[in-house]
């Protein structure tokens, strides 16, 4: 399996991008997906997850209500709007995907990772 992350920029505070990741290879409908994000010399912090049918959608604390996680099966891919950016969004993003059922939240719940996507807001 192999995930594409795309759509970072620089932007400004207040402003909004929306990240793509496309998966190829695996049963990409099966996946439990993520977003987790890291800066230099950080752990990498959970964004936001999603299950298989977007049932379920979970996110991190520092982005909720500004962030909205979707997928679309049949394109193999997943997306996070983000609104409302903030200079402390500034990161790289990272988009992975899980091979088990329940909701996972930790960089370990995660089998395969996309090679990043970096996002920064500037004041």
């Known amino acids: 399996v192999q995930l594409q992350a795309s759509g970072g920029g620089l932007v400004q505070a207040g402003d909004s991008l929306r990240l793509s990741c496309t998966a190829s290879?695996?049963?990409?409908?099966?996946?439990?997906m993520g977003w987790f994000r890291q800066t230099p010399g950080k752990e990498r912090e959970f964004v936001g997850g999603i299950t298989w049918n977007g049932g379920r959608i979970y996110y991190g604390d520092s982005v909720k209500g500004r962030f909205m996680i979707s997928r679309d099966n049949a394109r193999r891919s997943v997306y996070v709007q983000m609104n409302e950016l903030k200079p402390e969004d500034s990161a790289t993003y990272y988009c992975?995907?899980?091979?088990?059922?329940?909701?996972?939240?930790?960089?370990?719940?995660?089998?395969?990772w996309g090679q990043g996507t970096q996002v920064t807001v500037s004041s």
């Open positions: 290879g695996g049963d990409f409908s099966n996946f439990y």
């Open positions: 992975a995907a899980s091979r088990r059922w329940s909701a996972q939240f930790t960089p370990s719940g995660f089998d395969y």
